[in-house]
C-alpha cells in the first residue's frame, strides 16, 4: 500500500509531484482514489466531486498562475521530516513526513517567509489553514497534510 493509505503522505507526495519543475506524472485512477484495482473510469462513474478529483483541480489551478520557467528555490528547514520550496516568489510549497493521525500539526523551523506584496496576504490554496508564527519564530499549521501558500489581495480574504 502506498504510503500505508495515510491521506497527509500521499497529499504531500503528490503535491511535490504537481508542484516540482516539469510535466506532472499522475497515475490513471490516482484522482479516483484507485488503489490496486484500475477499473475503466466509464464503468465506475467519474466521480468530479470526490476529494481526489478536487485536489488536482485546485492544483492545477495553481499550476497555470506559475510561469513554465519560474526557479524551484528550496529553502532549508531544521527537521529533515519537511521541505519548503518556492516557485518563484508567489508560491510557497510546504511539505512533511507526518501522518494524518499527528495532531500536532507541522512546524517549519529555520526559514523565513517573505512578507507578501503590498496589500496582500499569504493564503493557504488547499484548504485554508492558517499560518501561525510560533514564540520561536517557526512557521506553524494545524495541519500534517501540504500547505501552498499563494498571494491574495487582503480584502479577498476579508470579504468570505
Given at each position: 500500500?502506498?504510503?500505508?493509505?495515510?491521506?497527509?503522505?500521499?497529499?504531500?507526495?503528490?503535491?511535490?509531484?504537481?508542484?516540482?519543475?516539469?510535466?506532472?506524472?499522475?497515475?490513471?485512477?490516482?484522482?479516483?482514489?484507485?488503489?490496486?484495482?484500475?477499473?475503466?473510469?466509464w464503468q465506475t462513474g467519474y466521480d468530479t466531486k470526490s476529494e481526489g478529483f478536487l485536489f488536482f483541480?485546485?492544483?492545477?489551478?495553481?499550476?497555470?498562475?506559475?510561469?513554465?520557467?519560474?526557479?524551484?528555490?528550496?529553502?532549508?528547514?531544521?527537521?529533515?521530516?519537511?521541505l519548503v520550496f518556492s516557485r518563484g516568489s508567489k508560491v510557497f510549497v510546504f511539505l512533511n513526513n507526518?501522518?494524518?493521525?499527528?495532531?500536532?500539526g507541522s512546524t517549519y523551523c529555520g526559514m523565513a517567509l517573505p512578507d507578501p506584496e503590498e496589500g496582500?496576504?499569504?493564503?493557504?490554496?488547499?484548504?485554508?489553514?492558517?499560518?501561525?508564527?510560533?514564540?520561536?519564530?517557526?512557521?506553524?499549521?494545524?495541519?500534517?497534510?501540504?500547505?501552498?501558500?499563494?498571494?491574495?489581495?487582503?480584502?479577498?480574504?476579508?470579504?468570505?
Amino acid at each position: 500500500k502506498v504510503c500505508n493509505q495515510d491521506s497527509s503522505r500521499i497529499t504531500n507526495a503528490l503535491t511535490w509531484v504537481m508542484m516540482a519543475k516539469g510535466t506532472p506524472i499522475i497515475y490513471y485512477g490516482t484522482e479516483s482514489n484507485f488503489s490496486e484495482v484500475r477499473t475503466s473510469l466509464w464503468q465506475t462513474g467519474y466521480d468530479t466531486k470526490s476529494e481526489g478529483f478536487l485536489f488536482f483541480k485546485t492544483m492545477n489551478a495553481i499550476r497555470a498562475q506559475i510561469p513554465a520557467t519560474a526557479d524551484l528555490k528550496v529553502l532549508s528547514t531544521e527537521d529533515s521530516g519537511t521541505l519548503v520550496f518556492s516557485r518563484g516568489s508567489k508560491v510557497f510549497v510546504f511539505l512533511n513526513n507526518l501522518a494524518a493521525s499527528n495532531s500536532d500539526g507541522s512546524t517549519y523551523c529555520g526559514m523565513a517567509l517573505p512578507d507578501p506584496e503590498e496589500g496582500m496576504e499569504w493564503v493557504d490554496a488547499l484548504g485554508g489553514s492558517e499560518l501561525s508564527t510560533g514564540s520561536t519564530g517557526c512557521v506553524e499549521f494545524a495541519t500534517t497534510g501540504p500547505v501552498v501558500l499563494v498571494q491574495k489581495p487582503v480584502l479577498a480574504t476579508l470579504q468570505k
